[in-house]
């Protein structure tokens, strides 16, 4: 969700094979540079792998670019990568958050073979994302600050995974 | 296949016999059949898409003072939850409680059905009726529907003149006499706890710790199951209930948070 040069990444913290529970502490979402976090939801094996990867081609342009890479191209890469495995796909839906030039922050995510989706204020991804789509658009407002958004993003996780069983245990939150 | 449709006679068969204006009131009662000759191949791609899968966890067991019964409150359809608060504890009459796991519909109503037929039973024979009778009425019934897609999982406890009683009887026409059942898609949770704990000579208050903290354990690991574990006892005087805790706070109140480290803070980032 996007706030006043800043934004949050939000997830839940379950992990489970259908119907059993096997851990509630899972990281979901990983950082790839200080301004940049990606989530991945869906199957785990593949959001691992997929993360390994991205954090690959992060360092190898880190090394020949000599800088951080943008969001709006990692965002393009994550797209590319998943659409080279379009006949038997990555089973993850990214989100993307990263604060690009001059402090703007930039929200996207993908469907499991690399649509791009943009989003001005908030972009959800799981198998509660229905339900997260109605608990943000009543909960969001535009240029909210820091504590704010927290709020926010905390109240529209927990109220929408509290409706599915496949998700819950707590939530972590990043602000940027 | 003679259905047993005895469940649906009204308890005044005779009323307004010869009344031409309102013909449907004096005709037997039934449900319509569909037009079909092959009722397991019915319809059944929409049956598996209604999902009935018995997402829930139920439990019960006799013990020295009589027979604990614990369940869950959660409604599942698929992945939604639809509801957090269903009563999955059936008072069929004052002695006698029934479990629902399955198909709530069919649950509820056959249930209901069933305290209906102990109660004219009563009325006819001047006794209660035995938990072995009346969960034999009820596994006869579900027998008849068997192939036609009712979902039942359910556990008949009572308390009658032999003492304790508890049945298991299903919608495939299964009955079972037995000591301790879990039904559910929770169960196999809840019976590593209630095995493990089970003593036959427990005070009421440790049965019911025991069946709170299987229903517990159970909704911690069954995404299915959740919401409130509620524990009733069934005793020589009919049945009780003895609590309803919310499984969230259970989750705390049997491993509380220690304050720890903590695992991330605010950061300043040095600008792009």
């Known amino acids: ?176 | 296949m003679k259905l047993d449709t005895s469940g649906l006679e009204s308890t005044s068969p005779f009323f307004g016999s010869g009344d031409e204006l309102c013909p449907e009131l004096s005709a037997a009662p039934s449900f319509s059949l569909p037009l079909s000759t092959d009722f397991d191949e019915f319809q059944k791609d929409t049956k598996a898409t209604l999902k009935h899968a018995k997402g829930t966890t139920t439990l019960a067991f006799i013990f020295k003072e009589g027979v604990m019964v614990a369940a869950d409150s959660r409604a599942s359809m698929g992945g939604y939850i639809s509801s957090q608060s269903v009563k999955k504890i059936i008072e069929i009459n004052p002695y006698m409680l029934g479990t629902m796991a399955g198909g709530a519909a069919d649950c509820q109503f056959w249930h209901r059905n069933l305290g209906i037929k102990c109660r004219l039973h009563e009325l006819a024979n001047k006794r209660r009726i035995s938990v072995t009778g009346a969960s034999k009425l009820l596994a006869n019934i579900l027998y008849s529907y068997r192939g036609m897609g009712l979902s039942v999982g359910t556990m008949i406890a009572g308390w009658d003149e032999t003492g304790p009683g508890l049945y298991y009887v299903d919608s495939e026409g299964g009955r079972l006499k037995g000591t301790r059942f879990s039904v559910g898609s929770g169960s196999p949770y809840a019976y590593g706890v209630l095995d493990s704990g089970y003593k036959f000579d427990m005070s009421i208050e440790e049965a019911a710790e025991l069946a709170r903290r299987a229903i517990y354990h159970a909704t911690f690991r069954d995404a299915a199951s959740g919401g409130v574990a509620s524990v009733y006892y069934v005793g020589p005087n009919g049945w009780k209930k003895l609590s309803g805790d919310d499984v969230g706070e259970l989750h705390y109140h049997y491993y509380p948070v220690t304050p720890s480290t903590v695992e991330q803070e605010m950061a300043e980032v040095a600008g792009a």
Not at chain 1, 29 to 36: A, G
Not at chain 1, 88 to 104: H, M, N, R, T, W
Not at chain 1, 127 to 133: I, N
């Open chain 1, 1 to 176: 969700m996007v706030g006043k040069n800043c934004f949050a990444i939000a997830s839940d913290r379950r992990l489970g094979v259908q119907l059993q529970t096997i851990a509630t502490d899972f990281q979901r979402i990983s950082k790839i540079h200080d301004r940049l976090f990606i989530g991945l939801s869906g199957l785990a094996t593949d959001s691992q792998t997929l993360y390994q990867r991205l954090v690959f081609r992060h360092k190898l342009y880190q090394l020949r670019e000599e800088r951080d890479m943008k969001p709006e191209t990692f965002a393009s890469l994550v797209s590319a990568l998943l659409y080279e495995k379009r006949f038997g796909p990555y089973f993850c839906q990214p989100v993307i958050a990263g604060l690009s030039d001059e402090d703007k922050p930039f929200i996207c995510t993908m469907d499991s073979i690399g649509a791009k989706e943009l989003a001005k204020d908030f972009v959800v991804a799981g198998t509660a994302g229905e339900s997260l789509y109605g608990a943000c658009e009543a909960m969001f407002k535009p240029d909210m600050e820091p504590d704010e958004l927290f709020e926010t993003v905390s109240q529209a996780l927990l109220s929408s995974v509290d409706r599915d069983c496949l998700s819950g245990w707590g939530g972590h939150v990043y602000i940027v």
